[in-house]
């Protein structure tokens, strides 16, 4: 049998994020959603080792499940550390540089990352992510969990725009939510990222 995905704990409490983001959301968020992608990209391993040992299934939408899910699992396993109730505010260390770097500055970044998140077409996620090829940051969109994603760059700071994210407390104001998701971005943790990122180095 293949080793599982695990559903990890949070880091703080569910009630630790409000105002900006609140305990309901916090707990079906974590408990229920993130649990259904640990779920669902488990069930799609199960059934892989059922084709290793000859039965026949159905490969193609096993491996698009096995996409979805595993996606979905590890862009909210980065999400959660990467807030902090003692977050926001503007970074220091060496993502500082990067950004101003990459960006020109924290607000020209601010913006852009901004307008990724507020018009990722129907569910998905904005990303900061590191690209190694040339040793620099890139914003982008991801949809759903899985599409449009940048093969070989690693996400070091992510936002999830799907309606289960803010509906309960921001209703269908997408723009609200992102806005007050700024005031719990966990730097140290988006910094501790590209520090590890930076010395995996390039898979190509
Ligand atoms: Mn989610």
């Not at 391993?45 to 026949?56: H, P, Q, S, V, Y």
């Not at 040339?134 to 999830?160: C, M, S």
């Amino acid at each position: 049998m293949s080793k599982r995905y695990e559903l990890p704990p949070l880091p703080y409490k569910y009630d630790a994020l409000e105002p900006h983001i609140s305990a309901k959301i916090m707990e079906l968020h974590h408990s229920k959603h993130h649990k259904a992608y640990v779920d669902g990209a488990n069930k799609a391993l199960d059934l892989l080792d059922r084709a290793k040992k000859g039965e026949e299934i159905d490969v193609k939408a096993v491996m698009r499940d096995l996409s979805f899910h595993v996606g979905g699992h590890v862009l909210h396993s980065i999400f959660w550390p990467n807030m902090s109730p003692n977050g926001g505010g503007k970074p220091g260390g060496r993502i500082a540089d990067y950004i101003d770097r990459e960006f020109g500055s924290f607000e020209a970044f601010q913006n852009i990352f901004t307008k990724a998140a507020n018009t990722v077409e129907g569910v998905g996620w904005a990303v900061l992510a590191y690209d190694p090829l040339r040793d620099t940051l890139v914003v982008h969109q991801v949809e759903k969990h899985n599409l449009l994603h940048l093969q070989g760059h690693t996400p070091l700071l992510v936002i999830d725009v799907w309606e289960h994210a803010y509906y309960l407390q921001y209703l269908n104001v997408r723009p609200n939510y992102v806005k007050a998701w700024w005031n719990v971005v966990n730097w140290d943790d988006v910094d501790k990222r590209l520090e590890r990122a930076i010395n995996a180095g390039s898979p190509v």
